[in-house]
């Protein structure tokens, strides 16, 4: 198996995710009190910290796009799904640069 990691940009993250029905995994590895003052629609929140304890919860047969604050977190988080065997991984970076451009935050 061959595992990626990817670097997407909301703009390109809108283009391949964001049509009804596309399938993946959304996953906001800031803390739950960080996910709770706003994140993107359609996440789910698995804190970075807990990650690994909760492979059980993130499909491995689908895109999984991880995102965070400014980028950090989700890089580490790309890299530990990769190194545990996911194929599919793209790190959409940080909320800073989606709420920059605009986009919505829940």
């Known amino acids: 198996m061959i595992s990626t990691q990817q670097r997407l940009s909301p703009a390109q993250y809108q283009a391949e995710f964001g049509r009804p029905k596309a399938p993946h995994l959304l996953v906001d590895v800031r803390t739950s009190g960080e996910f ?3 994140h993107i629609p359609g996440a789910v929140n698995i804190d970075l910290q807990r990650i690994a304890q909760r492979l059980d ?4 047969d689908k895109p999984v796009v991880l995102y965070c604050r400014s980028g950090s977190r989700s890089a580490t988080a ?3 799904l990769a190194r545990a065997g996911y194929e599919q991984v793209y790190d ?3 909320i800073i640069a989606w709420r920059a451009q605009g986009l919505p935050v829940r």
């Open 92 to 94: 959409l970076g940080g």
């Open 36 to 38: 709770r003052e706003g």
């Open 57 to 60: 919860e993130i499909p491995r």
């Open 78 to 80: 790309a890299n530990l």
